[in-house]
């Protein structure tokens, strides 16, 4: 036995299950005709842009880029690495110019060596200040050396008579 209470699917009017239509110009039909009018868009939208993203993954990375972008950052690279380049250089040139003025002070050249990472207005006071440590530049002549004795000496018989009048 069917009741309306055990079986929900009765209807407790008797009559069928078909659904109830609405009149075309009711708030509720417009309304959804409206959303379906506007999902239809939203849907072409979205498989447009889903086609153009397909698109997009299966083209080469750099099909989409300018030429002139490509030249661009060829040129920036290119000047990047010329002024790497010319910084290096300078410092090399300015190495070598701070060694050869402590050569020409008078330093050997592991003390000119130390000179290269002073700033330029402290090398003379560096400079001033390693110059005592070498103790001059090497060892000092000799004035005997390459000089005739000038009478002066020479033989035993001038050396004992230099004495004797050096010692009356």
């Known amino acids: 036995m069917t009741d309306p209470v055990n079986n929900p ?3 407790p009017a008797g009559n069928s299950n078909d659904p109830i239509r609405l009149p ?10 409206a959303q379906k009018d506007r999902n239809a868009g939203l849907q072409s939208q979205l498989e447009a842009l889903n086609a153009e993203l397909s698109k997009a993954k299966s083209a ?4 989409g880029e300018p030429e002139w972008k ?6 920036t690279a290119q000047l990047a690495a010329e002024r790497e380049a010319r910084e290096t250089a300078e410092r090399e ?16 050249k592991p ?10 207005d402290q090398v003379e006071a560096k400079i001033a ?4 440590l070498i103790g001059g530049s090497g060892p000092k002549p000799n004035p005997q ?6 009478g002066r000496g020479g033989s035993i018989a001038a050396g004992r008579e230099r004495y004797a009048q050096t010692h009356k």
């Open 111 to 120: 003390l000119a060596e130390l000179l290269v990472g002073i700033p330029d």
């Open 145 to 150: 050396q390459g000089n005739p004795s000038r």
């Open 93 to 108: 040139a300015s190495t070598t110019k701070r060694i050869q003025v402590g050569l020409d002070a008078g330093l050997p």
């Open 70 to 75: 490509q030249q661009l950052d060829d040129l």
């Open 129 to 132: 200040e390693l110059v005592p």
């Open 9 to 11: 699917s009765a209807d």
């Open 24 to 33: 075309d110009d009711h708030p509720l039909v417009t309304a959804f005709n």
């Open 60 to 63: 080469p990375v750099n099909a």
